[in-house]
């Protein structure tokens, strides 16, 4: 459940969690041009119409994040890609919550934003088909198992009460983790193959 509800958290974890993601797209806007706009577009669409498909998973649900693959393509206009899916499904179905809003654009996108900064470059310098398949799982795979972390934190720092419910959502994302991981490595190689300068993220 990377969609937080309205009403769970406590206030000081929403205005911190406003501020990281309104400076996140802050600096997103400021280096967005109209190249990486449709980039960005199908990202967030495909983004929006993963988070749709909810598997059960004990107590809880997952569904794809792309947070890493996002943060491989679009850089920091991942946090604009994860707002936008985040508001359309908040509005027309109810998932997760208005006043949540910057917490869950945090804990998905900022993963998958420092994936791409570490692991990007060699990303897009390997060689080696294995090797960029390898660091791309790892940056799919890492961003899921860091949001589940960050979701986790947000509940046990609101109350310590929700640490139950924080440890079993965060074992339900280890099967997710996995599932991003062969879909990253997978889009990537397959990207690197046909478009190679999709790899490289117009917003920075």
Excluded at 81 to 105: D, E, I, M, S
Aim: hydrophobic share 60%.
């Amino acid at each position: 459940m990377a969609h937080i509800p309205d009403g769970i958290l406590a206030a000081p974890v929403l205005i911190g969690g406003a501020a990281i993601a309104a400076a996140g797209i802050g600096l997103a806007l400021r280096r967005l041009d109209d190249r990486a706009i449709l980039r960005t577009a199908l990202l967030s669409a495909a983004f929006f119409a993963g988070s749709l498909i909810s598997v059960p998973m004990g107590p809880s649900s997952v569904h794809l994040l792309l947070s890493g693959l996002m943060g491989i393509m679009l850089g920091s206009g991942a946090f604009v890609a994860v707002l936008v899916g985040l508001v359309l499904q908040a509005v027309l179905f109810g998932f997760g919550g208005l006043t949540t809003l910057g917490v869950n654009t945090v804990n998905i996108a900022l993963p998958g934003v420092i994936a791409g900064m570490v692991l990007g470059p060699a990303i897009r310098r390997a060689v080696r088909p294995g090797r960029r398949a390898a660091l791309a799982a790892l940056a799919g795979g890492g961003s899921v198992l860091a949001t589940g972390g960050m979701v986790a934190l947000c509940l046990w720092l609101s109350s310590s009460d929700y640490m139950p419910v924080a440890r079993v959502m965060l074992a339900t994302y280890l099967p997710l983790a996995l599932a991003e991981a062969a879909i990253t490595a997978t889009v990537i190689g397959f990207l690197a193959r046909v478009e190679p300068e999709a790899l490289a993220p117009e917003v920075r």
